[in-house]
């Protein structure tokens, strides 16, 4: 047993603990509480918490990183992207391979300790697995003119298998791309694909651009002008008419088991719909400024009562996979929303919708002892506030969780052992 003392503990499941402990036993926490505790390790002015989740990312992009400059329209940024990627042919080249290897090291040194991981290839799975780092990876979909979407998926299904199937902490699900890029049929066959697998989760990107809300309500714009660009559009499929949220939830496709990835367009109506079906949005506010589609609605989010987790999206639209700057960002949209639900939201509620709430997310006893120690002033009164105001890696250590770890003597002190 390991015992580690803190000036906080933050359980996310309760109020932060001043002079906290946390018990550790084989690498799951065996308890949490107040007060002395004779041999503990005494880590100093920091705050013991869960490591953050990141709920959206796409690791295999991490080689774009810079490679578009932020853009001022949507299209403008996602016509870039497509270029960009076209240069690169082969889908596990050692340029991607290297540079999604780094994210997931970046990553982890900024706190991060489990990922929603989308991507159009499987090449992050065995990455994350030698990496030892948590994830949930999205096999992600695109088709919008499909012949045979059921005959998609089995093949999709395929391959996640070939790729060792799902593995203890590393699970693969299947996800459509968004409701502008794929068919009705293929969006139906990929909630037929998550019913027959029920410890699956899906994800899809919702309500991101002004230019999506215009195709699915009129089936004009922007999108238009690229699905016909593509060869891709066909006649047979008909606008919607209502708002993205709507269409997807008339499709039967959003559910609790369903991530909503940004929704920044979401109006009222949408936002009581996602709550009502139990769906949780994922938020990327500095991403969503980067490419162009404008600031989301946090504090609605939060007002309307629906779930919020956040992430980073890829390093193609944002400037690290630090879910501290996220959290920062996010303060700065929502400042009538407590420090204290999003920190929730980066933890419990990224770790739920992502399938991984028994093991990840709070401190709980039972739970792996995924957790992290953050470097705090002492002159700090309300810590909450304080971890939501942007914190640099230099100022996080992974608590050991085998053996007993000596804090550094510059900035924490020891006083005991352990038992
Ligand atoms: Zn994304």
Redesign the pocket.
């Known amino acids: 047993m390991i015992w580690y003392r803190a000036s906080w503990v933050l359980p996310i499941e309760a109020p932060p603990i001043r002079d906290g402990w946390v018990a550790i036993e084989r690498g799951r926490i065996a308890g949490v509480g107040s007060g002395k505790r004779p041999g503990a390790i005494d880590l100093g002015h920091v705050a013991i918490l869960p490591a953050l989740v990141n709920a959206?990312?796409?690791l295999e992009l991490s080689y774009l990183r810079g490679a578009v400059p932020p853009a001022a329209r949507f299209l403008d940024w996602i016509g870039a992207i497509m270029a960009a990627r076209r240069r690169v042919r082969d889908t596990d080249d050692p340029v991607i391979l290297q540079a999604a290897r780094a994210g997931i090291e970046e990553a982890r040194a900024s706190g991060t300790g489990l990922v929603g991981d989308?991507g159009n290839t499987l090449v992050t799975v065995p990455l994350l697995r030698d990496a030892a780092m948590p994830a949930r990876v999205f096999y992600e979909l695109l088709g919008f003119n499909t012949d045979d979407p059921a005959g998609r998926v089995l093949e999709a299904r395929g391959h996640v298998d070939r790729t060792g199937g799902t593995g203890a902490d590393v699970r693969v699900s299947l996800a459509p791309h968004a409701p502008y890029s794929v068919s009705p049929g293929l969006f139906s066959a990929l909630r037929e694909d998550l019913d027959a697998h029920r410890g699956d989760v899906s994800s899809v990107?919702l309500g991101e651009s002004p230019e999506e809300v215009e195709f699915i309500d009129r089936g004009t714009g922007g999108w238009r002008d690229v699905l016909t660009g593509l060869g891709v559009w066909t006649d047979a499929w008909q606008a919607p008419g209502v708002s993205p949220v709507r269409y997807l939830a008339d499709l039967g496709f959003l559910d609790s088991r369903v991530l909503a990835?940004h929704g920044v367009q979401c109006d009222g109506d949408d936002l009581s719909r996602l709550r009502a079906l139990g769906t949780t949005v994922v938020s990327?506010p500095r991403?969503n400024r980067y490419v162009g589609v404008g600031d989301p609605p946090i504090e609605a989010f939060y007002a309307m009562g629906v779930t919020v987790a956040f992430g980073t999206?890829?390093l193609a639209s944002v400037q690290d996979l630090n879910m501290f700057g996220e959290l920062a960002a996010a303060r700065r949209l929502a400042p009538r929303v407590s420090a204290r639900h999003l920190l929730e939201s980066a933890t419990r509620c990224g770790a739920r919708a992502l399938g991984f709430g028994e093991q990840f997310g709070s401190i709980e006893e039972g739970k792996q002892a995924a957790l992290i120690a953050v470097r705090v002033p002492e002159r700090v009164d309300d810590v909450e506030e304080y971890l939501v105001s942007g914190v640099e890696p230099a100022a996080i250590t992974w608590l050991d969780a085998e053996k007993p770890q000596i804090p550094n003597p510059k900035s924490q002190h020891h006083s005991g052992t352990t038992r």
């Open positions: 959206h990312t796409h989308t990107h990835v990327c991403s999206d890829s």
